[in-house]
């Protein structure tokens, strides 16, 4: 069988990129990582849109059928707020979103570009329209963050990405825990890069927010692979205990998803696919990505296909 007749995980939606910069109510340089929930049939994106100072902002985008007919705000919904979060002066990046379902709200983890670095902060709603924040939950350099939606053992659970640069630069995935989702502790090293020529070695980060399965959270997280020609995001597994979640039980060897197309290829970064959100509709996942750091994709696959490879790939 020849290799581009063999089947992938994920299957891209013929529309893509189903959102670009020509979408947009509004000038800005381009549209991409988005967060993704469903409420009451309709899909929701929360978009990162970085204008055309640099600066990013979250935008929200609503749609019946989650491919077209896309209602975007015709004004950046969450904008960077320096005045009383001096962490946000560079912008506001790559949103996470969860139901928190003992708070009934939905937990917005995200990206604030502070002079420090990047580092986590936390905004909530319950319907998409007003918004509280709390600041940061996590110092510089820490990003790619989302929190579980439930509790363990009393205590809320985040998993993050902090980068620490000695001996050489290495940027593991992390899980803390909390009482209140402000003060956090019992940090640990949940998934470690890997070295070498893999390619997810040196630096990885959790993708969309853990996914709740019969076998476990499931994880999708990126690996970032340095080539002589530039960087690679690339997407694989990993399967956390449903009871507790500081143990890994499962990771893939191999990658699952890579940038192939050229809206994937080319752009302000190329070669990069960079979802930070994923919806589930019975065994059907429907992953929303950012193409390059300049529009956004849809890829789907089953979740029972996903579990199985997983179960076959697993490298622990
Ligand atoms: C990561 C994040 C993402 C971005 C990716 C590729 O570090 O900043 O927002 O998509 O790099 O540039």
């Given at each position: 069988m020849k290799n581009n007749t063999i089947k992938e995980l994920f299957n891209r939606h013929p529309?893509?990129?189903?959102?670009?910069?020509?979408?947009?109510?509004y000038k800005a340089n381009s549209v991409f990582n988005a967060g993704a929930v469903k409420i009451n049939e309709i899909i929701f994106l929360l978009m990162r849109v970085e204008d055309r100072r640099g600066i990013s902002h979250l935008t929200l985008a609503q749609s019946k059928n989650g491919i077209s007919d896309w209602q975007i705000n015709?004004?950046?919904t969450l904008i960077p707020s320096p005045d009383d979060y001096p962490e946000e002066v560079w912008g506001i990046e790559d949103p996470r979103i969860i139901f928190l379902e003992e708070k009934k709200l939905w937990a917005i983890t995200y990206t604030a570009y502070s002079k420090g670095g990047p580092l986590v902060s936390l905004i909530t709603t319950s319907d998409f329209q007003n918004f509280t924040r709390y600041g940061p939950m996590m110092p510089p350099e820490d990003k790619d963050a989302a929190l579980f939606p439930i509790r363990f053992d009393g205590r809320w659970a985040m998993i993050h990405r902090p980068v620490s640069y000695l001996p050489r630069p290495k940027a593991n995935i992390w899980i803390s825990f909390s009482p209140d989702l402000k003060h956090w502790g019992d940090h640990q090293v949940l998934i470690k890069a890997r070295k070498?020529?893999?390619?997810?070695?040196?630096k990885i980060g959790l993708s969309p927010p853990p996914l709740r399965t019969d076998e476990g959270w499931l994880i999708l997280y990126h690996g970032v692979k340095i080539t002589a020609s530039g960087i690679i995001y690339r997407l694989g597994l990993a399967l956390l205990d449903i009871i507790n979640p500081r143990n890994l039980i499962a990771r893939s060897?191999?990658?699952?998803?890579?940038?192939?197309e050229s809206y994937e290829i080319y752009g302000d970064v190329d070669k990069v696919v960079f979802p930070c959100g994923w919806i589930q509709e019975n065994d059907k996942i429907l992953l929303y990505y950012g193409c390059a750091d300049s529009c956004i994709g849809l890829a789907t696959a089953n979740l029972s296909e996903l579990l199985d490879w997983l179960k076959k790939h697993n490298s622990l």
């Amino acid at each position: 069988m020849k290799n581009n007749t063999i089947k992938e995980l994920f299957n891209r939606h013929p529309h893509n990129p189903i959102i670009s910069i020509n979408d947009l109510p509004y000038k800005a340089n381009s549209v991409f990582n988005a967060g993704a929930v469903k409420i009451n049939e309709i899909i929701f994106l929360l978009m990162r849109v970085e204008d055309r100072r640099g600066i990013s902002h979250l935008t929200l985008a609503q749609s019946k059928n989650g491919i077209s007919d896309w209602q975007i705000n015709s004004q950046p919904t969450l904008i960077p707020s320096p005045d009383d979060y001096p962490e946000e002066v560079w912008g506001i990046e790559d949103p996470r979103i969860i139901f928190l379902e003992e708070k009934k709200l939905w937990a917005i983890t995200y990206t604030a570009y502070s002079k420090g670095g990047p580092l986590v902060s936390l905004i909530t709603t319950s319907d998409f329209q007003n918004f509280t924040r709390y600041g940061p939950m996590m110092p510089p350099e820490d990003k790619d963050a989302a929190l579980f939606p439930i509790r363990f053992d009393g205590r809320w659970a985040m998993i993050h990405r902090p980068v620490s640069y000695l001996p050489r630069p290495k940027a593991n995935i992390w899980i803390s825990f909390s009482p209140d989702l402000k003060h956090w502790g019992d940090h640990q090293v949940l998934i470690k890069a890997r070295k070498g020529s893999w390619w997810d070695a040196n630096k990885i980060g959790l993708s969309p927010p853990p996914l709740r399965t019969d076998e476990g959270w499931l994880i999708l997280y990126h690996g970032v692979k340095i080539t002589a020609s530039g960087i690679i995001y690339r997407l694989g597994l990993a399967l956390l205990d449903i009871i507790n979640p500081r143990n890994l039980i499962a990771r893939s060897d191999e990658w699952i998803f890579s940038p192939n197309e050229s809206y994937e290829i080319y752009g302000d970064v190329d070669k990069v696919v960079f979802p930070c959100g994923w919806i589930q509709e019975n065994d059907k996942i429907l992953l929303y990505y950012g193409c390059a750091d300049s529009c956004i994709g849809l890829a789907t696959a089953n979740l029972s296909e996903l579990l199985d490879w997983l179960k076959k790939h697993n490298s622990l």
